[in-house]
């Protein structure tokens, strides 16, 4: 069945579930690893703990081990784990079938080669052959100036001269077209990752250009991106539409996703959320984990679908799981999350973001020999964030100087730089163990619980799960988030101490208080498998969704944010309409606020209703502010009609959930001039 055919059955599919006739846990799961299954009552508290493990502090389900952790966030699933995960809805199976009857297909087709013109067309091609007392396993282009592939139709070439081509002039000249597209697409890549100015940007998405027009796919996905972000391209959302159609008919699950969220938000096409649903579905079953994020979202929010737990719960899992896995001892960057209506209604609150004077007074004090302002720079460029970009170079830099100087904190930093390795640091037990030990025999928790990894791990020094617990306890007792997550991974595990679910659930919670996103993970794990707790999909869901917000894509806030300053209304709306499909509180509100001031990218009659859907859902995640926005919509008709009862509603909301003063100001103004209440001139 041809790609049209299958997403004509799907279409019709997709309008039931948007019509609310879905079995409650539809689409998506058929290629993933993780049960989704709701558990009986007798087995909500059940000892999961068999089928679990603990890896540098984060909990796996032992049948989730097939998750490859691979480079390229779209791949990372297998047939088998297809096969290993049928589901019980029709739907689901409906849609698996067409996937796995292609792969069928494409397996019994595996043609003998047979030789093409030459000395005898017609006849298999021999592999190995001997040419030039060489053998070949292959067709190859040696002996040829023309780069053409051919093969011999004998093991010996030189005796018996039989030989064709492996391909017609027609596959030939495309298959070097090709090549040349590769390696265009190569130079692009090398120039955007190895150059941080605007400039060399822009100068390698010329190549990637170049590449995209010769059909190179991943090049294509670059270029379609840059057109609907407008980075480093002039935003054209027209053409990224056409590209992400191409990409789309080709399969990949990037097109996919893209094609998905244009529908979703109607731009550049009429919106459709059946047509959406089925492009999100597929590049989940090609394994996007933007696509399955998403998934997770509606889910969870019965957006376009049923309203099921369950399904987010494997969706969510699914992307939390990689994000997990991604997660290093630096713990990675710092999320921004900046929301533009705070940032108007409050001018002198901080946002988060450190101004350029004041980074510049840091580095004057850290450069006359500050040791805080040494660490405090130090810990900036480790992590990023706060408008500081990531760079391991100063980073190490600063710690060196702060370390020199006697700085226990300084030296269990560079202790974790040399332990996870970087292109700046090299990986070194021996170097970390001994940063360490200064720092711990300094009592700094940080170099006590870097001290607890080496001896659980035997980095360095042999293992020793008594002196592991010992290091990780002292580091915890001093409140650092790391000893606590560790000390709650042993406790799960039963490592160096009797296994004790209970207490591995408190420092698992301490270090979430922290901010831990492993923690947030390991606490999602217990409580969607019911171990040591009864089993709750809400609140693995929840926690779930905090870990996926914190995937390397939750650097696209900071990409908007920048893009918004920068005056660009337009760029930045679409990315947040992105993170908003994604289920990001502040993106959805982000994007209110941009759609709220007439953002010119969609028409000025769609602005309102459009902005009233993302402030209804962020007030849905518990931001006032959106709340708020709902009762002015409906107070004042924007986007919909004046409904003076259902402003009241939401004001009286934002009064009572959240205790607004500027709710509780409108509820009285309605009270006292009876607009969607009984007039009461005395309240």
């Known amino acids: 069945m041809g790609w049209r055919a299958r997403l004509g059955v799907v279409l019709c599919l997709a309008a039931l579930w948007a019509g609310g006739l879905a079995a409650a846990d539809e689409e998506g799961?058929?290629?993933?690893?993780?049960?989704?299954?709701?558990?009986?009552?007798?087995?909500?508290?059940?000892?999961?703990?068999?089928?679990?493990?603990?890896?540098?502090?984060?909990?796996?389900?032992?049948?989730?081990?097939?998750?490859?952790?691979?480079?390229?966030?779209?791949?990372?699933?297998?047939?088998?784990?297809?096969?290993?995960?049928?589901?019980?809805?029709?739907?689901?199976?409906?849609?698996?079938?067409?996937?796995?009857?292609d792969l069928e297909e494409a397996e019994i087709q595996s043609p003998?080669?047979?030789?093409?013109?030459?000395?005898?067309?017609?006849?298999?091609?021999?592999?190995?052959?001997?040419?030039?007392?060489?053998?070949?396993?292959?067709?190859?282009?040696?002996?040829?100036?023309?780069?053409?592939?051919?093969?011999?139709?004998?093991?010996?070439?030189?005796k018996d001269q039989k030989w064709g081509f492996c391909e017609t002039e027609e596959q030939s000249n495309k298959r070097r077209q090709m090549q040349e597209a590769e390696d265009v697409y190569q130079t692009g890549m090398k120039i955007l990752n190895e150059s941080s100015k605007k400039a060399q940007k822009k100068e390698a998405y010329q190549y990637l250009l170049k590449a995209a027009d010769m059909n190179h796919t991943k090049a294509m996905e670059k270029v379609s991106y840059a057109l609907l972000f407008g980075d480093y391209l002039k935003q054209n959302i027209q053409s990224?539409?056409?590209l992400f159609e191409k990409l789309t008919e080709e399969g990949s699950p990037k097109g996919q996703m893209a094609l998905g969220f244009l529908y979703a938000s109607g731009l550049g096409v009429n919106s459709s959320q059946a047509k959406a649903l089925?492009?999100?579905?597929?590049?989940?079953?090609?394994?996007?984990?933007?696509?399955?994020?998403?998934?997770?979202?509606?889910?969870?929010?019965?957006?376009?679908?049923?309203?099921?737990?369950?399904?987010?719960l494997t969706h969510y899992r699914l992307v939390a799981n990689h994000v997990a896995s991604d997660i290093s001892l630096t713990g990675g960057t710092v999320v921004q999350r900046i929301r533009l209506a705070d940032e108007v209604e409050n001018p002198g609150m901080a946002s988060g973001m450190?101004?350029?004077?004041?980074?510049?007074?840091?580095?004057?004090?850290?450069?006359?020999?500050?040791?805080?302002?040494?660490?405090?720079?130090?810990?900036?460029?480790?992590?990023?964030?706060?408008?500081?970009?990531?760079?391991?170079?100063?980073?190490?830099?600063?710690?060196?100087?702060?370390?020199n100087a006697g700085n226990s904190h300084a030296m269990a930093f560079l202790g974790k730089m040399y332990?996870?390795?970087?292109?700046?640091?090299?990986?070194?037990?021996?170097?970390?163990?001994?940063?360490?030990?200064?720092a711990a025999d300094m009592g700094n928790p940080v170099g006590q619980s870097g001290l607890g990894m080496a001896y659980l791990y035997g980095r360095g020094v042999p293992v020793n799960y008594e002196l592991a617990l010992k290091y990780?306890?002292?580091?915890?007792?001093?409140?650092?988030?790391?000893?606590?997550?560790?000390?709650?991974?042993?406790?799960?595990?039963?490592?160096?101490?009797?296994?004790?679910?209970?207490?591995?659930?408190?420092?698992f919670n301490l270090a979430s208080q922290g901010g831990h996103i492993l923690a947030f993970y390991n606490l999602a794990q217990m409580?969607?498998?019911?171990?040591?707790?009864?089993?709750?999909?809400?609140?693995?869901?929840?926690?779930?969704?905090?870990?996926?917000?914190?995937?390397?894509?939750?650097?696209?806030?900071?990409?908007?944010?920048?893009?918004?300053?920068?005056?660009?209304?337009?760029?930045?709306?679409?990315?947040?309409?992105l993170l908003a499909e994604q289920g990001y509180e502040v993106a959805q509100s982000n994007a209110a606020f941009i759609l709220d001031q007439k953002a010119s990218i969609v028409g000025e009659n769609e602005t309102y209703p459009r902005a009233l859907l993302h402030w209804n859902r962020a007030a849905s995640q518990g931001y006032t502010v959106a709340r708020i926005k709902l009762g002015d919509y409906h107070f004042y008709g924007f986007g919909t009609d004046v409904d003076y009862e259902t402003a009241f509603i939401h004001y009286r909301l934002a009064s009572e959930q959240q205790h607004s003063a500027q709710a509780m100001f409108n509820l009285g103004y309605m009270h006292e001039k009876g607009l969607g209440i009984k007039q009461n001139g005395n309240c």
């Open 278 to 312: 089925v492009y999100y579905t597929f590049g989940a079953l090609g394994g996007n984990l933007i696509a399955h994020m998403i998934l997770g979202y509606r889910y969870w929010a019965g957006i376009g679908v049923l309203q099921s737990c369950e399904s987010a």
């Open 112 to 158: 003998v080669l047979t030789a093409i013109g030459g000395t005898a067309d017609g006849e298999p091609c021999h592999f190995p052959f001997l040419f030039m007392e060489k053998e070949y396993a292959e067709c190859t282009a040696d002996g040829r100036e023309d780069g053409r592939l051919w093969c011999a139709t004998t093991y010996d070439y030189k």
């Open 354 to 403: 450190l101004e350029e004077d004041l980074i510049q007074y840091y580095q004057f004090l850290a450069e006359k020999g500050d040791v805080q302002a040494q660490v405090g720079l130090g810990q900036l460029h480790l992590h990023g964030g706060r408008g500081v970009e990531q760079n391991h170079q100063r980073a190490f830099e600063y710690f060196n100087q702060a370390a």
């Open 240 to 242: 990224s539409k056409e």
């Open 472 to 507: 990780f306890q002292k580091a915890a007792e001093q409140g650092w988030v790391d000893g606590q997550l560790q000390l709650g991974s042993m406790y799960y595990n039963g490592i160096g101490v009797k296994r004790d679910y209970k207490q591995a659930l408190k420092y």
């Open 419 to 438: 332990s996870e390795g970087s292109d700046v640091v090299p990986q070194s037990n021996e170097t970390a163990l001994q940063y360490f030990k200064k």
């Open 527 to 577: 409580h969607a498998t019911g171990t040591g707790v009864m089993r709750s999909c809400h609140t693995a869901v929840e926690l779930f969704k905090n870990v996926c917000e914190r995937g390397r894509w939750s650097e696209r806030l900071m990409t908007a944010y920048n893009s918004y300053k920068d005056g660009d209304s337009n760029s930045a709306v679409v990315q947040y309409l």
């Open 29 to 101: 799961n058929q290629d993933e690893s993780l049960e989704s299954k709701t558990l009986s009552a007798e087995d909500q508290v059940k000892d999961h703990s068999t089928g679990t493990r603990v890896v540098a502090g984060q909990i796996f389900l032992e049948s989730g081990k097939s998750d490859s952790q691979s480079e390229d966030e779209e791949n990372f699933h297998s047939q088998e784990e297809e096969k290993e995960n049928s589901l019980e809805e029709l739907n689901s199976l409906e849609m698996s079938n067409l996937l796995n009857k």
